[in-house]
Nanobody, 118 residues
């Protein structure tokens, strides 16, 4: 199983970006799909989570600005980021808990850099 993340880049404060993360390989079922981020010198933190049952959760710092969604037919999770702030600058990682040929496991994408700067 591989996770391919994309959509990062440089954006001005107040702007928007949409991240995507597609899972490929032998996948029988997907449970939770998450987005984490890690800013320079800081620990990795959970930004948004989406369960297979349709429940979503967000870090307080992004509530009202970020939206996580998923396309189960495409094994893909998205993160729509609006009203971006310089403090949102970080490498964003997708994380998926899924059932594949190795059973239930967590997988990580390679990370995509988001830079918010004028």
């Amino acid at each position: 199983v591989q996770l391919q993340a994309s959509g990062g880049g440089l954006v001005q404060p107040g702007g928007s970006l949409r991240l995507s993360c597609a899972a490929s390989g032998t996948i029988f079922s997907i449970n939770v799909m998450n987005w984490y981020r890690q800013a320079p010198g800081k620990q990795r933190e959970l930004v948004a989570a989406s369960t297979s049952g349709g429940i979503t959760n967000y870090a307080d710092s992004v509530k009202g600005r970020f939206t996580i969604s998923r396309d189960n037919a495409k094994n893909t999770v998205y993160l729509q980021m609006n009203s971006l702030k310089p403090e949102d600058t970080a490498v964003y990682y997708c994380n998926v808990n899924l059932y594949g040929s190795s059973g239930w496991r967590d997988y990580w994408g390679q990370g995509t850099l988001v830079t918010v700067s004028s």
